[in-house]
């Protein structure tokens, strides 16, 4: 289990470039596995806890913090098949989107349920590879990412989050929707039995038998999968410089958390 830092928050200098050479390669992972990665996609509902409030509160905070700013520039990373753009699109379709994915699978995806929106642009490439060669360009309004910076480690959060920094305009915002440690292994027992219920109440609702879905829950800690606390990842973004830094939902180990440049 990755240790819990506590405030405050020290970076370790020059540890980045040893953890690029030796991290696992995204096309070697499970999301770039098109059948894995669409059967997650069809069943999303059922694995990601209150998946529809938590698009609720996306646009609520879209609304009261972003929307009424000009020519707005957002960027979504690891945008998967698009759904966190295409909700902001239904509430600005103006909005000039780019979207990074490592999966070109996912970036077609993404293409496919953005058809008929203007200005949405796409660039194929991992965390690692946007944290490494510097691809992102120009700033941006509000960058938001949903259920992907888990699967790179707290170094490559942090300097991930710094990249994030210097891409956002001066009161531009990041919100990250995701999954998050537990702090104690006590809680986690409960946070997992509370997902367990959740997708038990909807096989029920959907007349859905065997155990299939309950494999989600184990594999959340293994292989390409790296959870780290909340805590660790607050202290982070106020460390970089964010303000505004809060947990703006939590449901187990289910959170969004963000802050403002």
Same mark, same amino acid.
């Given at each position: +289990? ?33 059948? =894995? ?11 990601? !806890? ?13 609304? @009261? =913090? ?24 239904? !509430? ?26 203007? @200005? ?15 691809? !992102? ?12 910076? @888990? ?9 991930? *989050? ?16 995701? !999954? ?67 947990? *703006? ?6 959170? +969004? ?5």
């Amino acid at each position: +289990m990755s240790a819990i830092l506590n405030p405050p928050y020290v970076p370790i200098p020059g540890i980045f470039l040893l953890l690029f050479e030796v991290m696992i390669e995204f096309n070697k992972s499970e999301w770039a596995n098109a059948e =894995f990665s669409q059967e997650y996609i069809e069943n999303s509902d059922i694995y990601i !806890v209150e998946r529809r409030r938590l698009l609720e509160i996306l646009r609520s905070f879209y609304n @009261h =913090f972003i929307n009424k700013k000009p020519n707005i520039r957002i960027l979504d990373l690891g945008c998967g098949d698009g759904i966190i753009t295409h909700e902001l699109l239904k !509430v600005n379709n103006s909005i000039s989107a780019t979207l990074i994915d490592g999966s070109e699978d996912m970036l077609n995806k993404a293409r496919k349920r953005l058809t008929g929106f203007n @200005h949405t642009h796409f660039i194929k490439a991992s965390f690692q590879e946007i944290i490494d060669k510097n691809l !992102v360009q120009g700033n941006f309004d509000f960058i938001v990412s949903s259920l992907a910076i @888990h699967h790179i480690t707290m170094d490559e959060k942090e300097a991930l *989050f710094r990249s994030i920094y210097s891409h956002l305009d001066t009161d531009g915002y990041f919100l990250n929707i995701d !999954v998050v440690l537990a702090p104690t292994e006590a809680l986690e027992r409960w946070y997992l039995l509370l997902w367990k219920e959740w997708i038990d109440e909807r096989k029920t609702l959907l007349k859905i038998e065997g155990n299939y879905f309950d494999e989600i829950i184990k594999r959340y800690k293994l292989a390409e999968n790296k959870p780290d606390t909340l805590d660790a990842q607050i202290e982070a973004l106020k460390y970089i410089g964010f303000k505004d830094v809060d947990c *703006f939902y939590k449901y187990g180990i289910f959170t +969004m958390y963000g802050g403002k440049k």
